[in-house]
């Protein structure tokens, strides 16, 4: 089998070693961060994402480190209930988690951290450690996120663009606070619009909040945690109790502020022995909360037609043809979802669950 050099130990880079090592396949993963720096955000994961997960992780190790949420309840930014919904096996775990448990199948020396992959600008289907070896691979799975490099540089027409909504995420550890949340899911909606406060519980002791806001409307300039927190409590002051108790109450050393990038066009996905999985492909709108089941079934796509198919380049190709057609339908909706977010309440569709379904 051929040497897979694959950049990026985010779900999508070990989603595919995951995948590589059912098949005895080899290959060596290339992460930029420190292996303990994990950003604080977490994520909501439909049934379907949960089918992929459940064939390289124990189910048992996701229930303990994450959390079925039963209702999702959506609110006016007074408090009024707007709608109610029951939830179909939606799981939401912290990205740290789900990244550890990902990585615990990984040996460690297949995996290298701290280092930054480039392309080689001398010879192209190269890539480069930072001080300047080149990597001997066949072929380069590359899952380097949304604001991709090595994509940039294959396709250097892209166009990128900054998303019209921009969020503040956190996740808390405090007892007290998750036990005054009575739902586990409950998303606070402003009248005019473009702005939410949304409450996941992740465990009994842990929950995860986010603030979704129309960045042309509410900027922010400098996103320290003091700044993020002084923020947050001079935007929602006014709100239903609850919103600003939490806001008050919660310590900012996971607090994260997430520009959001999409693609105008997606490019291929791929080119001469480089594939895109994840993010690195495709970039999505936050709203349809389909970002790992996607970067799952990209990883497992590809390494069942590295398996099958006679060529690389058949490979690649079957596998283009099996995700892009559902990847532009997330990105459809995405846009759809944005849109939505930024009319005022009384002009949305009703009773909008944020997660879309193909
Ligand atoms: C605010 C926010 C909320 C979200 N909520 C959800 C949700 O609820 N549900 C959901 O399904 N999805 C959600 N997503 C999307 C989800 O985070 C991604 O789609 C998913 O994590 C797939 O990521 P990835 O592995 O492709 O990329 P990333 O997670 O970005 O990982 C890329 C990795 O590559 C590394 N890297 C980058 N460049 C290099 C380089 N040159 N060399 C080596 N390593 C490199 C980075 O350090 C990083 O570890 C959300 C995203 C955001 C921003």
């Known amino acids: 089998m051929k040497k897979?050099?694959?950049?990026?130990?985010?779900i999508s880079g070990l989603s595919m070693a995951n995948y590589l090592e059912k098949y005895k396949i080899d290959y060596h993963i290339y992460e930029r961060r420190n292996k303990k720096d994990l950003a604080g955000h977490g994520f909501l994961i439909p049934k379907e994402g949960m089918d992929y997960l459940y064939q390289i992780i124990d189910p048992d190790l996701l229930l303990k480190n994450g959390n079925f949420?039963?209702?999702?309840?959506?609110?006016?930014h007074t408090g009024k209930i707007l709608a109610e919904k029951n939830l179909d096996y939606v799981f939401a775990i912290s990205r740290h988690s789900l990244i550890d448990l990902l990585a615990q199948n990984i040996s460690p020396e297949k995996i290298t951290y701290e280092e930054t992959i480039i392309p080689d600008e001398q010879q192209s289907g190269k890539l480069k450690l930072s001080n300047g070896t080149e990597i001997d691979a066949d072929?380069?799975?590359?899952?380097?996120?949304?604001?991709?490099r090595i994509r940039k540089h294959l396709f250097e027409n892209e166009i990128m663009n900054m998303v019209r909504e921009s969020e503040v995420v956190n996740i808390i550890q405090n007892k007290e606070i998750a036990h005054t949340i009575e739902n586990d899911f409950m998303k606070f909606h402003h009248e005019d619009g473009g702005l939410t406060f949304g409450i996941l519980k992740l465990s009994d002791d842990t929950i995860l909040w986010y603030s979704q806001f129309d960045n042309q409307k509410y900027m922010i300039n400098e996103c320290s945690p003091e700044n993020l927190r002084k923020y947050m409590l001079e935007v929602f002051e006014h709100w239903y109790p609850l919103v600003p108790?939490?806001?008050e109450k919660s310590d900012y050393k996971n607090v994260h502020l997430w520009n959001v990038?999409?693609?105008?066009?997606l490019n291929p996905f791929y080119k001469d022995n480089f594939v895109f999985i994840g993010d690195a492909a495709h970039p999505l709108i936050p709203f349809t909360s389909q970002g790992v089941t996607s970067a799952l079934k990209?990883?497992?796509?590809?390494?069942?037609?590295l398996v099958e198919e006679d060529t690389t380049q058949q490979a690649f190709g079957k596998y283009e043809i099996e995700r892009k057609p559902e990847i532009e339908v997330h990105i459809q909706n995405g846009r759809t979802l944005l849109n939505q977010f930024l009319l005022p309440l009384n002009q949305q569709t009703e009773n909008i669950i944020p997660i879309s379904y193909k």
């Open 4 to 10: 897979i050099a694959v950049v990026g130990a985010g």
């Open 139 to 148: 072929i380069a799975v590359i899952s380097d996120g949304s604001r991709s």
């Open 245 to 247: 108790q939490i806001i």
């Open 261 to 265: 990038y999409e693609l105008e066009q």
């Open 298 to 305: 990209d990883s497992f796509s590809l390494t069942k037609y």
């Open 69 to 76: 949420l039963k209702k999702y309840t959506q609110y006016s």
